[in-house]
């Protein structure tokens, strides 16, 4: 089994919720645009590596938790900005996060 990052996986979770219900949200709708949010949204937030589906689960009930809901939306918002105030959408340009 692979080894799955599930801060990542929530965050690529509420990028897409988020971004669904506010279009506008993003000056860019393009793929470069929205994974550089997801990526310097994950990259604020503590990594939660697992390997089985138990600790999966175990971290799924963490990651519901109304704390660390906040701590991942806060981290999309402040990603948002960021990339709307530096689009990095130039393929040429390497993502550094
Ligand atoms: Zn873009």
Redesign the pocket.
Known sequence: MPVHNSVLEEVQYQVDKYLANNKDALA?S?Q??RDDVIALAASQLPSRYTTTPTGRALIGVELQSKQVQLDIFQAILTAIAKVNQS?R?NPNRVVQV
């Open positions: 860019c393009c470069q645009c689009p959408h």
